[in-house]
C-alpha cells in the first residue's frame, strides 16, 4: 500500500490538527492574554505592596510605616503591625499567589508547545493547559481573598495599590483565557463537528 494510501485509511481521531485562520487567530490571543497575566502576576507578587492604610503599607513581604519627614520604614516581622494572624495568613496568600504563578507558566508552556508542535496530542496538551490556567486562577483568587479577609479592619476602595489589581487583572485573565481555551477546543474538536452535521 503506498504512503498516500495509508494516509487516507488512518482514523480522524489520529490526524494532525489543521487549524482554520479564524482558530488560530483566537488561539494566538489566548496565548498572548495568558503571558500578559504571568506577568502581571509575577510583579505584583514579587513587589507585594498591596494596601495602603494612611500611614501604613501593608505587602506580601514587608510591613511597612510612612511618614511624610522620612522614607518609609519597612519591616520584615509583619507580627510589628499588630493584626492578630497577619503573619501566617500573609505567607499563605504570598505560597498560593507563587503556586499559581507556577502552575500558569506550566500552562503557558503547554498551550505554546501545542501549537507549534502540531501532532495527534495538540488538542490534548491545550486541553491539559487551559485546565492549569483553572488552577491558576483558583490558586490566585484564593491568595487575594485570604489577603482582602485579614485586613478587612484596613481595607478601603482606594486604599488597594497598583500591585493588587495587577494581580486582581492577572487572576481574571486567567479564569477568562482558561475557560476560552477549554471552549474553543471542545467546539473545534473532530467529534463536535460530526454531533453537528
Not at 51 to 75: A, K, M, V, Y
Not at 133 to 143: E, Q, R
Request: charged share 10%; net charge positive.
Amino acid at each position: 500500500m503506498t504512503a498516500i494510501g495509508v494516509q487516507s485509511h488512518r482514523p480522524l481521531g489520529q490526524r494532525r490538527p489543521h487549524w482554520s485562520f479564524f482558530e488560530s487567530f483566537i488561539r494566538t490571543l489566548i496565548i498572548v492574554c495568558t503571558a500578559l497575566a504571568v506577568v502581571l502576576s509575577s510583579i505584583s507578587i514579587c513587589d507585594g505592596h498591596w494596601l495602603l492604610d494612611e500611614d501604613r503599607l501593608f505587602g506580601l513581604w514587608h510591613f511597612c510605616t510612612i511618614t511624610n519627614q522620612s522614607r518609609p520604614h519597612c519591616l520584615r516581622d509583619l507580627s510589628q503591625a499588630q493584626v492578630p494572624g497577619l503573619a501566617v495568613g500573609v505567607g499563605l496568600a504570598r505560597s498560593v499567589g507563587a503556586m499559581a504563578v507556577v502552575a500558569a507558566i506550566f500552562g503557558l508552556e503547554l498551550l505554546m508547545v501545542s501549537q507549534v508542535c502540531e501532532n495527534i496530542y495538540s488538542r490534548r496538551k491545550w486541553a491539559i493547559g487551559s485546565c492549569l490556567l483553572l488552577v491558576s486562577f483558583i490558586l490566585s483568587s484564593a491568595g487575594l481573598l485570604g489577603f482582602v479577609i485579614l485586613l478587612r479592619n484596613q481595607v478601603t476602595l482606594i486604599g488597594f495599590t497598583l500591585m493588587f489589581w495587577c494581580e486582581f487583572t492577572a487572576s481574571f485573565l486567567f479564569f477568562l483565557n482558561a475557560v476560552s481555551g477549554l471552549h474553543i477546543n471542545s467546539i473545534t474538536q473532530p467529534g463536535y463537528q460530526l454531533k453537528k452535521l
